[in-house]
């Protein structure tokens, strides 16, 4: 399935980061957090612009970085195995932007 932004302006890195934390403070406050609880489009775009580069896995977050639409399956993989690799602040912000996709692939969204 192909997920979108009806943005396309990315977050900067620091709207990424407070945007990231703030996700988690609130969900971490939940005990059944909704999906619906999601970051933004602009901050998904961030994360992908942050994680773009020649790897295959980098290629996918260009690709939704640049056109801001994407296959939900590849991006779900390219984050998870991006997450293997990543910095905690990165794990965070990645395992975001994997529940931003499966807000988008439940018909719900931000």
Avoid at 1 to 14: F, G, H, Q
Avoid at 61 to 86: K, N, P, W
Avoid at 95 to 110: D, F
């Amino acid at each position: 399935m192909i997920v979108s932004c009806r943005v396309r302006t990315p977050a900067t890195d620091l709207q990424v980061a407070a945007g990231v934390s703030d996700i988690l403070d609130r969900r971490a406050e939940l005990k059944r957090p909704p999906a619906t609880l999601a970051i933004s489009d602009a901050i998904a775009l961030g994360i992908a612009g942050l994680f773009s580069s020649a790897t295959p896995s980098g290629r996918v977050f260009g690709h939704f970085y640049r056109r801001g639409s994407v296959d939900s399956a590849e991006l779900i993989e390219a984050a998870r195995l991006e997450q293997g690799f990543a910095s905690p602040e990165g794990h965070a912000a990645l395992h975001c932007l994997i529940g931003w996709v499966r807000s988008r692939v439940n018909g719900q969204t931000h």
